[in-house]
C-alpha cells in the first residue's frame, strides 16, 4: 500500500493468502428450522466486550455463492483485513453466503421488470434473522451497522435497505439493480452508489434509475459514476479515498 489514504478501501485479492483470511474469520452457521446459512465473522482488533462496535454487512456477488462459507472471502474488500485501517476503523465485519437457488435478490420479470418480490428469499430472511441475533449477542453499537456490496451484493444492498430500513445507518451499493418503486422506503438512509458506465452485466441505467427515484422520493443520495470502466467498478469504488470517513463517520 502506498498510500494509507487510498489503501482504505483498495480491494485486494491476491495480496493476502485465502488462508489468512480463513483464519482470521470465524467460521459460524446459523440454523433456522431447515434452512442453514453458512457466514463468517470477524471480531474488531484488541476487542474489548466492554465496548460497543460498528458491524459491516459485506454482500458479496453471483461467483461467491454456494455454500462452502469460503468463496465469499475471496472478493473481500481488502480494508477489511489491512492491520492499520483495522485499529482506525475497529469494528465487526460479516460475510454471509447466499446459494445460487436462494440469492440475495429476485427480480422475476427482469429485464421488463425490476420489481422485487414482497417476500425476501431465504438467504436475505436468514441474514436479517442473523442480525437481530448478533445485535444481541455482541456488543455492536446499534446505530452503526452499515451494509456494502458488489454486483449481486449491490442488488441485495438495495434489498436489503427496502425490507430492514431503520437497521442501517449507511449503504455503499456498486453495480447494482434495485426495485425503483421501493425507494421512498430507504430515502433517509445514508447512501454512496458507484457503477461504471461500460457495465455491460449490470447495465449503468440502473443505478441512475434508482439515484433518481430516491431523489424524488426526497432522499439525498451520492452517487459515483466512472467513465469507461465495466462491472468491476468496485475496484474504483473501495479505493475512493473519502469512503472511509463518510462510511464510519455517523
Known amino acids: 500500500m502506498k498510500f494509507l489514504t487510498l489503501s482504505l478501501f483498495v480491494i485486494c485479492f491476491h495480496c493476502d493468502s485465502l488462508a489468512q483470511r480463513l483464519e482470521l474469520f470465524e467460521k459460524r ?48 474488500p481488502q480494508i477489511f483485513l489491512d492491520s492499520a485501517n483495522r485499529k482506525k476503523y475497529p469494528c465487526f465485519v460479516l460475510v454471509p453466503q447466499c446459494t445460487k437457488q436462494e440469492p440475495w435478490v429476485r427480480f422475476p420479470g427482469f ?13 436475505t430472511k436468514l441474514t436479517l434473522e442473523l442480525l437481530r441475533k448478533l445485535k444481541n449477542d455482541l456488543p455492536i453499537a446499534q446505530k452503526q451497522i452499515y451494509i456494502t456490496g458488489l454486483s449481486l451484493g449491490g442488488e ?24 425503483t418503486a421501493k425507494a421512498k422506503i430507504y430515502k433517509k438512509v445514508r447512501l454512496w452508489a458507484f457503477h461504471g458506465d461500460e457495465d455491460t452485466i449490470n447495465e449503468v441505467k440502473y443505478t441512475r434509475m434508482i439515484i433518481a427515484s430516491l431523489k424524488n422520493a426526497g432522499g439525498k443520495p451520492k452517487y459515483t459514476e466512472y467513465k469507461g470502466v465495466k462491472h468491476n467498478s468496485w475496484i474504483n469504488a473501495y479505493a475512493e479515498p473519502d469512503l472511509p470517513g463518510w462510511l464510519f463517520g455517523k
Open 29 to 76: 452457521e446459523l440454523v433456522s428450522g431447515s434452512d442453514t446459512l453458512p457466514y463468517r465473522l470477524l471480531y474488531p482488533v484488541d476487542f474489548n466486550p466492554a465496548k460497543k462496535y460498528p458491524l459491516v454487512l459485506f454482500l458479496h456477488g453471483a461467483g461467491a455463492w454456494g455454500n462452502d462459507n469460503e468463496k465469499p472471502l475471496k472478493s473481500l
Open 111 to 123: 429485464p421488463n421488470s425490476i420489481a422485487t418480490p414482497d417476500t425476501p428469499t431465504t438467504s
Open 156 to 179: 441485495g444492498t438495495f434489498d436489503f435497505l427496502s425490507r430492514a430500513p431503520k437497521l442501517f445507518a449507511a449503504a455503499v451499493p456498486i453495480c447494482g439493480i434495485a426495485d
